[in-house]
């Protein structure tokens, strides 16, 4: 994975600039930013491992599913029904915008085969090229991402909301 | 359909959906052609049925040795030797190597992950999630009466 903060400031960066031509999207930048951090809830292997769960339920069991195509989308229905019928589809829009992009991300990681996780599943179990920029645990994406959503908070504030 | 009975029902398909890819995927993905590192750490609990075979894995290192390093999957300790890379105990690794005997993994390709660095990336991705629900929290509310998100401002 690619570090939260770098997830969720790509996509507010993103949003926000469309937001100045088209400005009913500001309403939805928060949700695209939650969209993002979705597919990493799969992280939630570190505090309940699945074999705690495997024990329990007497079944096979992973978390990882959440990081694939089929489980996010479950997921982006899950959360998209806690919002009004009048909201729900562009919810459901700026939640698979951001999850979107945490795949891109994810795409640029570094991996020693060269390939993505199967992230298609259940679709497929192919992996997909990387592009092999940097590691989760690097910095710099965070510092890029962050200056730039620095920049284009500064210029709404001043610019555009004001 | 109303939108009450239709929230209930796309609750109960979307949770039941991902419950089932949830156990799906426990149950195959560690097949040979599914997940690599579930495959990997799956083969590694059997070592001596899959000697001579290509491995991706993700695993932490246990302890650094002169030739190498040593490292844990699958319940058993493998020393990794054929690679320049000198990750400490702790750190995380990545790597595609080849299950030389029952604990030897000959490595082609090792990426190392620090430990200091996965503890940067945790806490950063902490930070994530707060500049998250700060953001969120600015323009929705959650509307007990109707059990649903709103935008605040919205009566």
Known sequence: MTDLLTHVLFVYTGMTVA???YPRLRLFVPISMIGAVIPDLSKARII??????????GLPFSWTAIHRLGGTLAVLALVATFFPKRLRSRVFGALLFGASTAYLLDAGLIRANGVTPPYLYPIAWMP???AGLYLSSESWPALVSGSVAAAVWTINRVYVED | MEDRTRRVVTTLVAFGA???MMV???AVAAEPGHDPNMAAHRALESPDQHVGENLYMWTVVATDTPNGFVVKAGGHRYAVSGTDATPSPGDAIQMVGNLRDGNTIVADRVVVSPRPALQY???ISIGGLLVTVVVFVRRWRFDRAT???RPRGDE
Do not use: Q
């Open chain 1, 19 to 21: 937001s100045w031509r």
């Open chain 1, 48 to 57: 309940i491992p699945a074999g705690v769960i495997e024990t329990a339920l």
């Open chain 1, 128 to 130: 997909l090229p990387t």
């Open chain 2, 18 to 20: 991902l419950f089932v």
């Open chain 2, 24 to 26: 799906h995927y426990g």
């Open chain 2, 121 to 123: 990336l945790y806490a």
């Open chain 2, 147 to 149: 059990f649903t998100v």
